[in-house]
């Protein structure tokens, strides 16, 4: 059966000299692994600039039970980034996004409204001018809530520590050691209230911002199986002095 449907690429490996495995999660079918063939003439209908990470598509597969690749017949390009290519920040953080979703999506099934989340977030990122230097911490924290782990942010009360592992406030550290100081919790739960277009009105020095990207990090892995180290976080961790 032909599939149509929107789709986001996550993770592009070349296969032997014209073909390439794509990750890609998608509107209709959550996560799908595709295997394209790229021939090497310029009126190819698949291009490899298709299959940059975070790029936004239109694709047609060939959907068969119980195949781990599925075939992939067409695809084009829904919106070509006018920014985000060209500037190293925002390429950063798209590499960024891309290998996070990558892990955190790997058994994901259909979510229309998770997809429209990281389809939206990124035509922000592209459209931004400035003031996106937090766009990474609201990804992951706004991404939290379609996952199932979002935090109940009306039990906070002052003093309240952050269980990481039940994803709580609590008014006594648990015996465990994965748990966020009064003074760290109280800070996350005002972050946890960023938007995209409130982050920038949120001070935080470039120390600030990666201590937050790693407790988010260290939530993430709790919550779900076998979440590595991010390679492309040590380069999301030199961009700006502010």
Same mark, same amino acid.
């Given at each position: 059966?032909?599939v ?26 959550g ?11 310029q ?9 940059q990470?975070?790029?936004?598509l ?10 781990q690749?599925?075939?992939?017949? *067409?695809? /084009?390009l829904?919106?070509?980034w006018? %920014?985000? $290519?060209?500037?190293a =920040?925002? #390429?950063?953080l798209a590499?960024?996004?891309?290998e996070?979703?990558y892990?955190?999506?790997r058994?994901e099934?259909r979510?229309?409204l ?11 990122l592209d459209?931004?001018?400035q ?8 990804f992951?924290?706004r ?13 906070y009360?002052p003093?309240y520590?952050f *269980?990481? /592992? ?5 008014? %006594?550290a $648990?015996?465990?050691? =994965?748990? #966020? ?7 996350i ?6 938007n ?5 009105l ?16 260290a939530?993430?892995?709790l ?7 991010l390679k ?6 030199e961009?700006?002095?502010?």
């Amino acid at each position: 059966m032909l599939v149509t449907t929107e789709a986001i690429v996550l993770h592009a490996l070349k296969y032997g000299e014209t073909r390439v495995i794509v990750d890609v999660f998608t509107k209709t079918a959550g996560r799908v692994s595709l295997i394209a063939s790229l021939p090497k003439t310029q009126k190819a209908r698949l291009k490899k600039q298709y299959f940059q990470p975070m790029t936004l598509l239109e694709i047609t597969y060939e959907e068969h039970q119980r195949v781990q690749l599925q075939k992939l017949k *067409d695809a /084009r390009l829904l919106t070509a980034w006018s %920014t985000i $290519p060209f500037q190293a =920040d925002k #390429l950063a953080l798209a590499l960024f996004s891309a290998e996070f979703l990558y892990y955190a999506l790997r058994s994901e099934q259909r979510d229309e409204l998770l997809f429209q989340f990281i389809s939206d977030s990124m035509l922000w990122l592209d459209a931004a001018s400035q003031g996106y230097a937090n766009f990474h911490l609201v990804f992951l924290m706004r991404l939290s809530r379609f996952l199932g782990f979002y935090p109940n942010l009306d039990d906070y009360r002052p003093g309240y520590v952050f *269980d990481l /592992r039940a994803g709580s406030f609590m008014g %006594t550290a $648990p015996l465990h050691h =994965d748990f #966020l100081s009064a003074g760290e919790a109280q800070r996350i739960q005002l972050l946890m209230r960023m938007n995209f277009p409130t982050m920038h009105l949120y001070r935080l020095s470039r120390h600030d911002r990666n201590r937050i990207v790693t407790v988010l990090l260290a939530f993430y892995r709790l919550h779900i199986p076998q979440f590595p180290e991010l390679k492309s976080l040590q380069v999301l961790q030199e961009l700006w002095n502010d």
